[in-house]
């Protein structure tokens, strides 16, 4: 884990209230892997007092990326910092996927993402990528997911790695109409062996917990990201914790990646989009 003062090289906004960030980050971007987090301080105030978490969404040589959404005060002001500022970062943070197993296994890894849940995945899938080199036959499936078309992300970025890109649109808009879930159901009843797959996916949790219970239905590798409220972000506060079969755990510490049939999929109150 490091802090590191980082010169932010660009801040753009994709669209109505999403933004790319990108800043000189080179421990962090040296030692993260994908489903890791970072930790950023808004400004230079105590306004807001909390840190807030990101998933890594790239790293680019001593580079790493952000995408996010101006959800709320605290990614409103981050939006609102300027190229050539500097941005204190904590990271990399928790636990991330388990890459190497879809490789080791010779599984087809299929990326389930729910909304802003595509950010951790590219970096997952730019890994996966570049570990598979030109075996084709095991290149990444990505399923994005959101209500309309206009919140699809990152599509032409996964196309352009070799990843085979569905979508899903609530409305209808782009692609199958319905959920990702519901995506994930048909792309899995098409294939012969359902088995030959491991699935990585991050979004909203009640996303998530359907992505289990389609997962083990056909009794498929799968890890889920998920999304708690957080202070520390460093495992001291126990703010983030998340019932598992083995008791609760701390989703900036010992998550936020977890096998998903870890996960106790009661419904859930906090946290989460
Ligand atoms: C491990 C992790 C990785 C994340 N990665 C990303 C990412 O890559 N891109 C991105 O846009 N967002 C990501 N988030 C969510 C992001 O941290 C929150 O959207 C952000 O902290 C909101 O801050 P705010 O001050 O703007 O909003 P607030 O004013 O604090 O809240 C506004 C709204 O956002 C919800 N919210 C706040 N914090 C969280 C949270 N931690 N998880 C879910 N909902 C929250 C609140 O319930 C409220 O509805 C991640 C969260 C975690 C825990
Ligand atoms: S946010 Fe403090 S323990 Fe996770």
């Given at each position: 884990?490091h802090?590191?003062?980082?010169?932010?090289?660009y801040?753009?906004?994709l669209?109505k209230?999403?933004f790319r960030?990108a800043?000189?980050a080179a421990?962090?971007?040296n030692?993260?892997v994908?489903g890791?987090f970072?930790?950023?301080?808004?400004?230079n105030?105590?306004?807001?007092f909390?840190r807030?978490?990101f998933?890594?969404h790239?790293?680019d040589?001593?580079?790493?990326?952000i995408?996010y959404e101006?959800?709320?005060?605290?990614?409103?002001l981050?939006?609102k910092?300027k190229?050539?500022?500097?941005?204190d970062i904590?990271?990399?943070?928790g636990?991330?996927?388990?890459?190497?197993?879809?490789?080791i296994?010779?599984?087809t890894p299929?990326?389930?993402a729910?909304?802003?849940g595509?950010?951790?995945l590219?970096?997952l899938a730019e890994?996966l990528?570049?570990?598979?080199?030109?075996?084709v036959?095991h290149?990444p499936?990505?399923?994005?997911?959101?209500k309309s078309?206009?919140?699809?992300?990152c599509?032409k970025?996964?196309k352009?790695?070799?990843?085979?890109?569905?979508i899903?649109?609530?409305?209808?808009?782009?692609g199958f109409?319905?959920?990702?879930?519901?995506l994930?159901?048909?792309?899995?009843?098409?294939?012969?062996?359902?088995?030959?797959t491991?699935l990585?996916?991050?979004?909203?949790?009640?996303?998530?917990?359907?992505?289990?219970?389609?997962?083990?239905?056909?009794g498929?590798?799968?890890q889920v990201?998920?999304e708690?409220?957080?202070?520390?972000?460093i495992?001291?506060?126990?703010?983030?914790?998340?019932?598992?079969k083995?008791?609760y755990?701390?989703?900036?510490k010992e998550?936020p990646v977890f096998?998903?049939?870890?996960?106790?999929?009661?419904k859930?109150?906090?946290?989460g989009r």
């Amino acid at each position: 884990m490091h802090l590191e003062k980082a010169t932010l090289l660009y801040n753009k906004p994709l669209g109505k209230n999403y933004f790319r960030l990108a800043c000189n980050a080179a421990k962090i971007a040296n030692d993260a892997v994908p489903g890791q987090f970072v930790s950023v301080k808004i400004n230079n105030t105590h306004e807001p007092f909390l840190r807030r978490p990101f998933g890594i969404h790239k790293v680019d040589g001593c580079r790493i990326e952000i995408l996010y959404e101006a959800v709320g005060e605290g990614t409103r002001l981050l939006s609102k910092n300027k190229q050539g500022s500097f941005l204190d970062i904590l990271g990399p943070l928790g636990n991330g996927y388990d890459y190497r197993y879809a490789l080791i296994r010779h599984k087809t890894p299929v990326l389930v993402a729910g909304g802003m849940g595509v950010a951790p995945l590219f970096f997952l899938a730019e890994k996966l990528v570049r570990s598979l080199g030109r075996k084709v036959r095991h290149s990444p499936r990505v399923l994005l997911g959101a209500k309309s078309k206009n919140q699809i992300l990152c599509e032409k970025e996964f196309k352009k790695i070799g990843c085979s890109v569905t979508i899903a649109t609530d409305n209808g808009s782009a692609g199958f109409k319905g959920k990702v879930t519901d995506l994930l159901k048909q792309t899995l009843s098409t294939l012969d062996c359902p088995l030959s797959t491991a699935l990585y996916a991050c979004g909203p949790r009640p996303m998530l917990a359907e992505v289990s219970r389609i997962s083990r239905k056909h009794g498929i590798f799968t890890q889920v990201s998920l999304e708690e409220h957080m202070a520390c972000g460093i495992g001291a506060c126990l703010g983030c914790v998340v019932k598992t079969k083995d008791g609760y755990k701390r989703v900036c510490k010992e998550g936020p990646v977890f096998n998903s049939e870890e996960i106790v999929w009661e419904k859930h109150t906090k946290g989460g989009r």
